[in-house]
């Protein structure tokens, strides 16, 4: 069911996705890529999702290492493997030696030993352990630096600040009987819960975030740091295994879908308009409003006229000082009524929610959400109201907004600490943690989701996002690649399908044109136009449950009319077989034209492919 796609195709870049590598030492397994350890195991149990060792400049930029003299020695019972790094940019350049060592027992280390060829400003350099999301709830004993020992859990509700500090050892069971101990040496270490950016784990760093920075490693000056895995197994767990082809069964009716919307900067207004007869539908088009860069009435009219040529309802994202309610609010309403437009929404963005800052802080001055959400009803505007972040969940899960508005919104980003094609499709098993954390804040509130990208839009945590001229994979990148080709349709349908089981009211994931957009720059239909109208057709529709026995597969099915319609997409590298009986229809698989792309007759789904499936009622096995 796939066809042949190229790697241009599946990735919009040329650029080759890293050499990985599975070390094996009896029954601990880590896979060696980029110089760094993912997936860790023992046997067969992931323990530790990944150890990497970076260096983040004074930007939070992320220095691509050059890695030479590579040598990886493997026997029956250990593994070696060693190499020098050379992290080089225009702020400094920095050399490390890497020794990974690990063994059959079940011990697992990685040393380095650093040196600064300049004086290096940096805001991180050195040893950071990540564990998988999935161990939230479970048990976890902290070491401290003075040798105290701490007993907790991983946070189940994502934290918003650092749930632990001072940290030289963490232990945590990541199955019944496997004891996973990680000590680390070199400086403090601490952790966040890194779900906040949808990165699937928890983070542990070195080099407290109550240390100035960026700081100095003046030239010459040596940096030496260790980490030890120590695997104790009780008992080995019986793992089942993996289905050899995917089968997905329908269940009942259950909910709905939500609405979709587009996300609009003005301006991309001239390109929007241009490419209006290709975008397909949506059901609103939330366009940023901004006194202070000359939005005006002109703007929301234009807007207005966009939503209109799709069959859709303006909404405007007011950005506002924050510092007088009353003034601000009825400057917003008077440009609406002199536009003479009819919004669906106006969504309440407080300018200083594009930087980051501390929980539960108004800066002096300003005044909480809650009063300009007040103030906006007190002109008697008939739109609902929305307040929320046009940042990220960390940023909503920091500060979350007060008072009665209608709905609640923020967004998702897929690349800010890594931007891997494994890590950006592991994000998405971050959402419905990222949803009910939401609900616990915000209860009964509805929640407009997005806008979720892979780029990011803007960066609270620097001076801009990356630059990114080779279009190739990178962390913070406001222009990923990956948007343009089937991954970004794959990896939306993979969005679709968290937000529909999680029950958000709008789903935002694209613009009309421009980085984010449906289309390319010569208005030509990006493979998530195909998605995103198939998903605005079933705005409203009734979600039917659809189960999977295979991890690779992701599905969401609704019906429309007489119909069952699901949109089933792969979202790993790998091809897999998909079991559809006589009684399914393939419609076709998205092809990089953004077309429905027939095939009778192969029933693989190729990599990062989605197809799109009907019957004419539930209860088939697909």
């Known amino acids: 069911m796939s066809g042949e796609a190229t790697r241009l195709d599946l990735f919009g870049t040329d650029e080759r996705a890293a050499e990985r590598r599975m070390l094996t030492a009896g029954p601990l397994t880590a896979i060696l890529e980029d110089g760094n350890l993912r997936t860790i195991c023992f046997a067969g149990v992931e323990v530790v999702r990944a150890i990497n060792y970076l260096a983040r400049d004074a930007s939070w930029g992320t220095y691509k290492a050059e890695l030479t003299n590579l040598l ?30 690990g063994k059959a027992s079940g011990v697992l280390t990685l040393e380095a030993e650093g040196v600064a060829l300049t004086d290096f400003p940096t805001n991180r350099t050195g040893f950071v352990v990540l564990h998988p999301s999935e161990a939230a709830g479970g048990r976890l004993t902290i070491r401290h630096s003075d040798g105290r020992i701490e007993e907790t859990v991983f ?76 695997i104790e197994a009780k008992a080995l767990p019986t793992r089942p295994g993996m289905a050899s082809k995917a089968t997905l069964t329908l269940g009942g009716p259950i909910g709905r879908m939500p609405s979709m919307a587009l996300f609009l900067d003005p301006d991309d207004l001239p390109s929007a308009l241009a490419g209006a007869a290709q975008l397909g539908p949506a059901q609103d088009i939330i366009i940023r409003f901004d006194g202070a860069r000359g939005h005006d009435a002109h703007v929301l009219r234009e807007a207005a006229g966009l939503a209109a040529s799709i069959g859709a309802r303006p909404a405007i994202e007011a950005i506002l000082d924050a510092v007088n309610p009353e003034t601000e609010a009825k400057a917003v309403v008077n440009a609406i009524r002199a536009s003479e437009i009819e919004p669906s929404a106006v969504l309440v963005s407080p300018r200083r929610e594009f930087r980051a800052r501390p929980s539960n802080l108004v800066p002096t001055g300003e005044q909480p959400i809650s009063e ?116 970004g349709a794959a990896f939306a349908v993979g969005v679709a399908a968290q937000a529909a089981v999680a029950g958000v009211d709008h789903l935002i994931m694209a613009a009309p044109t421009g980085p984010f957009g449906l289309l390319d720059d010569h208005a030509r239909r990006r493979p998530l136009q195909a998605v995103h109208t198939e998903l605005a057709s079933a705005a409203g529709a009734p979600r039917y449950e659809v189960f999977v026995n295979h991890p690779a597969i992701t599905a969401v099915a609704y019906r429309l009319g007489e119909r069952i319609r699901i949109l089933v997409v792969n979202l790993t590298p790998d091809s897999v077989d998909v079991l559809i009986p006589p009684s399914m229809h393939l419609e076709g698989i998205v092809d990089r034209n953004a077309n429905l792309a027939r095939s009778s007759h192969n029933w693989l789904l190729g990599p990062y492919r989605s197809a799109l499936l009907q019957c004419g009622s539930p209860g088939n096995v697909i």
């Open 155 to 230: 946070p189940e509700a994502i934290s918003p600040d650092q749930p632990a500090f001072d940290i030289s050892a963490l232990t945590h069971e990541p199955a019944p009987g496997i004891i996973c101990i990680v000590a680390m040496e070199g400086d403090a270490f601490e952790m966040e819960d890194q779900r906040n950016w949808t990165d699937a784990s928890f983070k542990t760093y070195v080099r407290p975030l109550s240390k100035p920075r960026p700081y100095v490693i003046t030239k010459g000056s040596k940096d030496s740091q260790r980490v030890t895995v120590s």
């Open 72 to 101: 990886i020695s493997e026997h029956k019972a250990a593994f070696k493997v060693t190499y020098d790094g050379l992290c080089n940019g225009a702020q400094g350049r920095f050399s490390y030696r890497m020794k990974i060592t």
């Open 372 to 487: 300009f959400v007040d103030a906006l009803r007190a002109t008697g505007i008939r739109a609902a109201i929305g307040a929320g972040t046009p940042s990220l969940f960390t940023e909503f899960n920091r500060n979350p907004p007060t008072g009665d508005a209608d709905f609640v919104f923020f967004g998702n980003v897929a690349i800010v600490h890594a931007a891997d094609d494994l890590s950006v499709m592991e994000t998405l098993s971050v959402y419905p943690s990222v949803i009910a954390s939401a609900r616990r804040l915000c209860p009964d509130k509805a929640i407009w989701l997005g806008p979720c990208t892979i780029g990011m839009r803007h960066n609270p945590y620097g001076n801009d996002v990356s630059a990114n001229p080779a279009r190739v994979r990178t962390p913070a990148a406001g222009e990923d690649p990956r948007h343009g080709a089937l991954f």
